[in-house]
Structure formats: structure tokens, C-alpha cells
């Protein structure tokens, strides 16, 4: 109930009335903030002075921890158990898309973390399976890359297959071109450029510019993918699921 009635409140009440309405509900607000007509459903808000959240966002994810002038944009959507944490200065811009499925599908905790003065630019797909870390003065640019927590893998006949999970991990003053996609549990160094519209499959360990990688053949076995990957146990999943290290 706490999160609907948060909702309606930060849907419907202007800026200067709805800070202390926020923390009569136990939300930590700090100076200045400014939030629009958005709706944002959370059961923890911690906004530090004069950070920003914009008009016509739909939160409905774990917690959004805000630190002094950062900002969330406009028409993002923010859907499912995990926490939003951005530092000073970081920025979610505009028409993002960022999801997580219920537990069961997903397990343990799952954070989105963009550094100092790091910012996702506009109409990104952030798949929070698990987590994605950016670390400061870092840039998600342009429109439409895709990062990917989790994926499939099939084996050659019948209905066996099984997913794979890892963590996205994007270090220091780094630039993504736009277009680019990541797949699950790539780690990129800092002082990184990717060009656009680029597959980031792989580890990209030393600083400097990358740009898009010819096509490639890799033999498909799933029995050998089972035993390379560690087996997520202790959830009550509704699948069969492995961890990429």
C-alpha cells in the first residue's frame, strides 16, 4: 500500500509539496530535489540535493538512491526487483527501458550502478537479470544498445537448453558507440572506446578504441557448455541455470 500511495503522490503533487509528503513516509529527501509527474511505486527513495527526476518515468523497481545532482530523464520505464544507485552528477537520460523479471525467473539482488558524471544517453534495453556496473566518467551513447545479463543455449536436438547469467562490468571513462550489444558477464577495462554497432562478447581487457568484429564459427556442444559453467543451486528457479564467471 506505502508504494501505491507513493505513486499517486509523486504522479500527482507538484515538486515544493511533495518533498515533505515523501518524507513523512519515511523516504530520505534532501534539498532542492526536483521530481516530475512521474509514477514511482518503491518502497525505499533516497534522493540527495538537487538531484533530478523528470516527467512521465513509470518506477517500479526495488529502490532508487540518488546522489547530489544526479538525474533521471524523461518516459524511462524501471520494472522489477533491483536497485537503481547512481553517484553525483550521473544521469539516466530519456525513453530507457530497464527490466528484471520476478524472482524464481531471477535470483539473489541485482543493482544498475552508474559512476560520477557517467550517464545512459536514450532508448537503451538494460536487461537487469543481474547486475550492470559503470563505472565514473562513462557514456552509454547514442540509441538502442542492448546490454544483456542473461542468454540461451541449446543444445543441437530436442528441448534441452539451458541460460546463462553473468554480470555486465563497464569500468572508467569509458565511451559505447551507439548500437552496440553486450552479452552476459563481459568485463570492459578502463579508458575503453567501442565504436557502433558493435557485439561485445568477450572480455576487452586493454585500454584503447574497438570496433566491430567479423563473423566467426564456434562448434555448438551443450554437454561441454554444462561443464565449463558453474550451475546456479539453492533458488527455486524455473529452469535450468548456469553462472558465467
Known amino acids: 500500500m506505502k508504494n501505491k500511495i507513493t505513486g499517486l503522490c509523486t504522479l500527482l503533487l507538484p515538486s515544493f509539496f511533495l518533498r515533505a509528503v515523501l518524507r513523512l513516509f519515511g ?45 533521471i530523464g524523461y518516459m524511462n520505464i524501471l520494472k522489477g526487483p533491483f536497485k537503481l544507485y547512481l553517484k553525483e552528477k550521473a544521469a539516466l537520460g530519456n525513453k530507457n527501458y530497464l527490466t528484471r523479471a520476478k524472482s524464481g525467473i531471477s535470483y539473489g539482488e541485482s543493482t544498475l550502478h552508474l559512476g560520477e558524471l557517467t550517464k545512459i544517453t536514450t532508448s537503451h534495453h538494460l536487461d537487469l537479470t543481474r547486475s550492470i556496473f559503470f563505472g565514473d566518467f562513462s557514456i552509454l551513447a547514442g540509441i538502442r544498445s542492448q546490454l544483456w545479463t542473461h542468454g540461451y543455449y541449446h543444445s543441437n536436438q ?88
Do not use: W
Open 158 to 245: 530436442g528441448a534441452d537448453r539451458v541460460r546463462i547469467d553473468g554480470e555486465i562490468f563497464i569500468g572508467d571513462n569509458v565511451y559505447v558507440g551507439s548500437g552496440c550489444i553486450f552479452n552476459p558477464g563481459v568485463r570492459v577495462a578502463n579508458a575503453v572506446h567501442i565504436g557502433g554497432g558493435c557485439t561485445v562478447s568477450k572480455n576487452l581487457d586493454k585500454s584503447g578504441m574497438y570496433v566491430n568484429q567479423g563473423l566467426r564459427y564456434i562448434e555448438n556442444d551443450l554437454q561441454n557448455i554444462r561443464k565449463k559453467l558453474t550451475k546456479v543451486e539453492g533458488f527455486d528457479l524455473v529452469e535450468e541455470v548456469y553462472k558465467k564467471e
Open 27 to 71: 523516504h530520505e529527501i534532501g534539498q532542492n530535489v526536483k521530481i516530475g509527474f512521474s509514477y514511482i511505486s518503491v518502497p525505499k527513495l533516497v534522493l540527495k540535493e538537487n538531484s533530478k527526476i523528470g516527467h512521465l518515468n513509470i518506477v517500479l523497481n526495488s529502490s532508487i538512491h540518488m546522489q547530489s545532482n544526479a538525474k
